[in-house]
T-cell receptor
Framework: ETGVTQTPRHLVMGMTNKKSLKCEQH?????MYWYKQSAKKPLELMFV???????ENNSVPSRFSPECPNSSHLFLHLHTLQPEDSALYLC??????????????FGPGTRLTVT | AQSVAQPEDQVNVAEGNPLTVKCTYS??????LFWYVQYPNRGLQFLLK??????LVKGSYGFEAEFNKSQTSFHLKKPSALVSDSALYFC??????????????FGSGTRLSIRP
């Protein structure tokens, strides 16, 4: 899984902490995504960036704040989270064109536990 | 609105037997269809995709999928299952008329269990 890397792989944080998740893609893609995967729930798309511009925010609470400084890096800043935010957070990247059929490539995820 | 359904939460197959993981979809136009696999504590891995052309698509690890437009299905198949195929499988769809690259909808996943 050297194509898309995520750090840290595991994170335990209290509800008052501030932490950040990092994602880096080495595939030359121009679109990056954050997903939330909770047990027994469908994969939830959180944010999408195309060419460093945020193009989608699926009603994500403001305690999650994304940042995309360039097309290879994506961050998810976390603050004052709730226990129900505990989940696997997946980053993905793809080529993004209007006619594109390009599949997404995923990182290994960050397992987040909010205590 | 587009959607994708995986009607089985779990599929159990004996090693060496053929396996099928079902997927049906709904889009307004023509679909792009994808299958992904997720092993424990890992991200999703791309297996195969259908764009156009031959209805039978071959992918990684010996998997294949058959696009059936009349039944709006894209079932994943493998002629002979391996214990190492045990994982969570996701079907996904995108409407080719949708200009947003982000509009890929994932199914809820099917857990495949292969017994020795």
């Amino acid at each position: 899984e050297t194509g898309v890397t995520q750090t840290p792989r595991h994170l335990v944080m209290g509800m008052t902490n501030k932490k950040s998740l990092k994602c880096e893609q080495h595939l030359g893609h121009n679109a990056m995504y954050w997903y939330k995967q909770s047990a027994k729930k469908p994969l939830e798309l959180m944010f999408v960036y195309n060419f460093k511009e945020q193009t989608e925010n699926n009603s994500v609470p403001s305690r999650f704040s994304p940042e995309c400084p360039n097309s290879s890096h994506l961050f998810l800043h976390l603050h004052t989270l709730q226990p129900e935010d505990s989940a696997l957070y997946l980053c993905a990247s793809s080529q993004a064109t209007q006619a594109g059929s390009y599949e997404q490539y995923f990182g290994p995820g960050t397992r987040l536990t909010v205590t | 609105a587009q959607s994708v359904a995986q009607p089985e939460d779990q599929v159990n197959v004996a090693e060496g037997n053929p396996l099928t993981v079902k997927c049906t979809y709904s889009v307004s136009g023509n679909p792009y269809l994808f299958w992904y696999v997720q092993y424990p504590n890992r991200g999703l891995q791309f297996l195969l995709k259908y764009i156009t052309g031959d209805n039978l698509v071959k992918g990684s690890y010996g998997f294949e999928a058959e696009f059936n437009k009349s039944q709006t299905s894209f079932h994943l198949k493998k002629p002979s299952a391996l214990v190492s195929d045990s994982a969570l499988y996701f079907c996904a769809v995108r409407d080719i008329r949708d200009s947003s690259a982000s509009k890929i909808i994932f199914g809820s996943g099917t857990r495949l269990s292969i017994r020795p």
